[in-house]
Every structure is written in C-alpha cells, then in structure tokens.
C-alpha cells in the first residue's frame, strides 16, 4: 500500500533531491510509522459511510439511549427534559419525577409551578415544566393518552421538535427516523459524512441519503455516543478513535502538524 509520506519521498528521488539509500531508508522508517494512506485523501463520501458503518457494527454493535424510562410516555418527557441538557442530570431528575407523575393523566393535572419545583436542576425549567404540562394535556385530550408514532403528528405536542419527535418514531416504534443532536451534528461533519451543512434538518438529509433505512436508528446513537465519549467539542480524543484514518478533521489537522514541522 502507498502512503502519502511515501509518495513525497518517491517525487524527491526522482528530482535528485535525495539519493537512492536515502529514499530506501525513508521506506524503511515507514513501515514502523503511523502513517496515513493516500485513500483517505481521495475518498469518496459513499466509501467514507461504508468504512464508517463497518467500524460502528464490529466496534459497537449494540448503541441505545441513555436515558432510563419504562414507556414511551416516560422517554417523551426524559428526551424534552434533555434539550441542552446532559442524559446523567436527566437520569437524576426523573426517578422522582415519574414517583410523582407515573403518567401522562397525574402531569396532566399538575401545574407548571409544580412541575418546575422537580426539575429545576435541569437547564430552561420554567420553559421546559410549561411544556410538560402542556404535552400532557395533549396527550390526554386529543390523543386518548398514546404517544403518536407520527413525526409530524409528534410536533404538535409542546415542547416536541424534529429532533425528540425523531427519537420517539425510531425508539419507540422503530421507524426509520434519524434524530440529530449537537453530537450528531458535528461528530458527521467531522468524519465527512455531511458536508457544508448548516442545520440539524441539512445534517439529517445527508445522512439518510446515505445510510441504509434499517441502520438509521441505531446511527444517531453510534454518533451519539461517539460524541459523547470520544469525539468531544474542544478537545476529540483523536488517538482514540478508530475512525481516524479517513476522518476529514483528522486528516486536516495531521497535514497541518505535518507543514508546520516541515516550516519548524
């Protein structure tokens, strides 16, 4: 296999800019070095989503929401109660949440100032009670206490966006929807799977594009939890991660520590 470093010692042999014994040695030092290959550079995005699904399906087969609820009515809230707000803080507040309101029928009777009392630990908690109560009595009046399986029908419900009605259709009822996130959003804009995209709705259309329907759910929680633990905001654990070798943020970066050495 070429390499990119292999490949610049090739064309500097070839202009007598070095000598034979020393392009030997530099192919020498490359077989024990951490080295790029050339395909990464020239990949396709088709190829980028293929090694991308390989990797989660052998390294991660198993990826589900953290979050901890017993029904669709208990995921419905833990995922509004999460909106800019961390799954272990939202695991923290639901078990006396649900002892209180075990149903869409006991929130439905409650008061925002209420509700607000037991999430107020949470991020928004007077946006975010206004809209439990108000889900709730939706839930109750106009859909006989069920959670509709309809994204669109889904928004309708205060509180309920594209993102968490996408995490109700495909955790709750399997269809193919891709919810995105803030991880989802930059762990596949990282990778290269989405390109140029501005929004959550831009992300989510690449991606479906070009993921299989059967994966689409089990895809928003590998990036998820990808985020979550290895990709993170400011500092990506960049050697940790196996999909390096044809990330685009990867590779950006390693060429630019690799000009600023050749300028140091």
């Not at 995921?75 to 002892?99: G, H, W, Y």
């Not at 759910?217 to 990709?231: D, T």
């Amino acid at each position: 296999m070429f390499f990119i470093s292999a490949i610049h010692a090739l064309k500097k042999f070839r202009t007598g800019e070095i000598v034979e014994h020393q392009c030997f040695q530099i192919s020498i030092n490359l077989l024990f070095s951490p080295v790029i290959p050339t395909f990464a550079f020239t990949m396709k995005r088709q190829e980028r989503f293929a090694r991308t699904i390989a990797w989660f399906q052998e390294n991660m087969p198993v990826a589900e929401t953290e979050l901890h609820y017993q029904s669709p009515y208990q995921l419905l809230v833990a995922v509004i109660l999460s909106a800019q707000c961390t799954d272990k803080r939202v695991n923290m507040i639901t078990p006396p949440f649900f002892e209180l309101y075990p149903s869409e029928k006991e929130l439905a009777e409650a008061t925002p100032e209420q509700v607000f009392e037991l999430i107020r630990s949470c991020t928004y908690p007077n946006n975010k009670s206004k809209h439990l109560v108000g889900m709730a009595r939706m839930l109750v009046d106009e859909f006989d206490g069920v959670v509709p399986d309809d994204v669109n029908t889904l928004q309708k419900l205060p509180g309920v966006g594209r993102k968490t009605a996408n995490v109700i259709a495909s955790v709750v009822y399997q269809k193919p929807a891709l919810a995105v996130d803030t991880h989802v959003f930059r762990v596949a804009a990282r990778i290269g799977l989405t390109v140029g995209a501005k929004t959550p709705l831009e992300t989510e259309k690449q991606l479906v594009k070009y993921l299989p329907g059967d994966l689409l759910a089990i895809a928003h929680h590998w990036l998820i939890l990808h985020g979550r633990y290895i990709c993170l905001a400011r500092r990506p654990k960049c050697e940790e991660c196996g999909l390096r070798m044809w990330c685009k943020y990867y590779l950006k970066n390693s060429a630019a520590k690799e000009e600023d050495g050749k300028s140091g």
